[in-house]
């Protein structure tokens, strides 16, 4: 049974940093490009970021250079460092795994194979 599980979500101040992290069972974990995706509320659910099973990875254009996606393999989690941290980030923030290895390119990873519970994210202004 797969389960792919989300932490590290809390209350900050804007301007302020916070790490999340998800860990993945069930599966192998290097086989899979990982990505964060984000729902605030009343919104779509979109990506924020993707990371290839080999480690290169892709930024949605609102957190390029705020942002860092890195995942430890022997550990089988992947990390979200997000700093400088604004109201407008504020959000359900998302950990997902593809159907392969690649995120085609792109910070929103495609074919979804499996959804984390989600953790949230508010920044008070």
């Known amino acids: 049974q797969v389960q792919v599980v989300e932490s590290g979500g809390d209350l900050v101040q804007a301007g302020g940093s916070l790490r999340l992290s998800c860990t993945a069972s069930?599966?192998?974990?290097?086989?899979?490009?990982m990505g964060w995706f984000r729902q605030a509320p009343g919104k779509e659910r979109q990506g924020v970021a993707c990371?290839?099973?080999?480690?290169?990875?892709y930024y949605a254009p609102s957190v390029e250079g705020r942002f860092t996606i890195s995942r430890d393999n022997v550990k089988n989690t992947l990390y979200l460092q997000m700093d400088g941290l604004n109201a407008e980030d504020t959000a359900i923030y998302y950990c997902?795994?593809?159907?392969?290895?690649?995120?085609?390119?792109?910070?929103?990873?495609?074919?979804?194979?499996?959804w984390g519970q989600g953790t949230q994210v508010t920044v008070s202004s």
């Open positions: 997902a795994a593809g159907d392969g290895p690649l995120c085609r390119g792109t910070y929103a990873l495609r074919n979804i194979a499996y």
């Open positions: 069930g599966l192998t974990f290097d086989d899979y490009a």
């Open positions: 990371i290839t099973r080999n480690g290169a990875n």
